[in-house]
């Protein structure tokens, strides 16, 4: 059975940073790409950024490029969300969740995929 486990939500300014961490056990990061993903309220569920498996490319959706790095410690089975120059439009539930694929402006999951349960991100001042 594969859990993933999101972590560092919390309270920032515009303009602060956070790191979100994604604990995927069970599984090995060599065969599950990663993607994280954000849904405000009122608003759908969108992909944010994604670390493939297969050679660990990574892709972000435009709203994001330039201050959102992901990284993964496959040894650790860990994902990362590093947070830069975060803006109130950042703020959402933030979940990062198994993919089938994932590349430049696709993240496709599917009903056997593994999500986590979400970590709050609110910026505001």
């Known amino acids: 059975q594969v859990h993933v486990v999101e972590s560092g939500g919390g309270l920032v300014q515009p303009g602060g940073s956070l790191t979100l961490s994604c604990e995927v056990s069970g599984g090995s990061l060599d065969y599950y790409s990663i993607g994280w993903f954000r849904q405000a309220p009122g608003k759908e569920r969108e992909g944010v950024s994604c670390v493939s498996s297969s050679d660990g490319s990574t892709y972000y959706v435009d709203s994001v490029k330039g201050r959102f790095t992901i990284s993964r410690e496959k040894y650790k089975n860990m994902v990362y969300l590093q947070m830069d120059s975060l803006k109130p439009e950042d703020t959402a539930v933030y979940y990062c969740?198994?993919?089938?694929?994932?590349?430049?402006?696709?993240?496709?999951?599917?009903?056997?995929?593994?999500w986590g349960q979400g970590t709050q991100v609110t910026v505001s001042s």
């Open positions: 969740a198994t993919v089938i694929l994932c590349g430049e402006g696709y993240y496709y999951t599917g009903q056997y995929d593994y």
